[in-house]
C-alpha cells in the first residue's frame, strides 16, 4: 500500500518558529494551538499568517525545524511494510528544501510531491495512495469520497477540529503506525 504524509506540523515542526516569526515580524504574540492555518489566519488574519508561513517554507529555516514527535520513528517503521510519499501544499523551490530536510535525516521516502498548483487529492490518486496523513483538518475533508482514508495527527491546533466523514484521528505517530497496520 502506498500512504501519503503531509511534510509541515505532521513531519517537520514549525510550531516554535511561526511563534518566533509572528513576533517578530508583526508583534503578534502566537500560541501553539494558533500554529496551524486555520487558527493561524483567524488570528492574526490570512495575509500576515501566510507571511509567516512563507518566512519559513521558502528559507533555509525549513532545514532547522525540528521533527514532530515520533514522526522518524514512524516513518522508520512504516517504511518496511509500505511506500511512503511526502504530499506537500509546498511549491517547487520549498519542496527542494523540505527533500533536503528527509534526506539530512537518511528518512526512506519513496518520493516528495508538490501539490502547490494540482491539490493533495489529485497528487494522491495519481500515485495509488490509499491513506494519507495529514494536520489540516480543512485538507482532508476533500478526501471523503475519494477511496483514500484520510487520518488527522492530533496537533495542539487541531484537537477541537471536526472530522469530515470517514475521516480517523491518530493522537500520535505511534497511533497511526497501529492504525494503518490494522488497515
Given amino acids: 500500500m502506498n500512504l501519503g504524509i503531509d511534510f509541515d506540523g505532521t513531519i517537520a515542526d514549525s510550531t516554535q518558529e511561526k511563534i518566533r516569526a509572528a513576533r517578530e515580524m508583526f508583534g503578534v504574540a502566537m500560541r501553539p494551538e494558533h500554529a496551524g492555518r486555520a487558527p493561524g489566519r483567524r488570528l492574526m488574519g490570512r495575509q500576515r499568517y501566510d507571511a509567516v508561513a512563507r518566512s519559513i517554507y521558502s528559507s533555509e529555516k525549513t532545514l532547522e525545524l525540528p521533527p514532530v514527535d515520533e514522526a522518524t520513528e514512524g516513518i522508520r517503521s512504516l517504511s518496511g511494510r509500505y511506500n511512503l510519499y511526502v504530499v506537500t501544499a509546498r511549491d517547487k523551490k520549498q519542496s527542494e528544501l ?86
Fill in 98 to 183: 523540505a527533500s533536503t530536510w528527509l534526506l539530512a535525516r537518511s528518512l526512506p521516502i519513496t518520493g516528495v510531491l508538490y501539490t502547490s498548483e494540482s491539490g493533495k487529492r489529485a497528487a494522491c490518486e495519481s500515485h495509488g495512495i490509499g491513506v494519507i496523513l495529514d494536520d489540516t483538518p480543512e485538507v482532508l475533508a476533500d478526501f471523503t469520497d475519494a477511496g483514500i482514508v484520510p487520518v488527522l495527527l492530533s496537533r495542539p491546533y487541531n484537537l477541537g477540529a471536526r472530522l469530515a466523514e470517514g475521516a480517523r484521528r491518530a493522537s500520535s505517530w505511534r497511533d497511526f503506525v497501529d492504525l494503518v497496520d490494522k488497515l
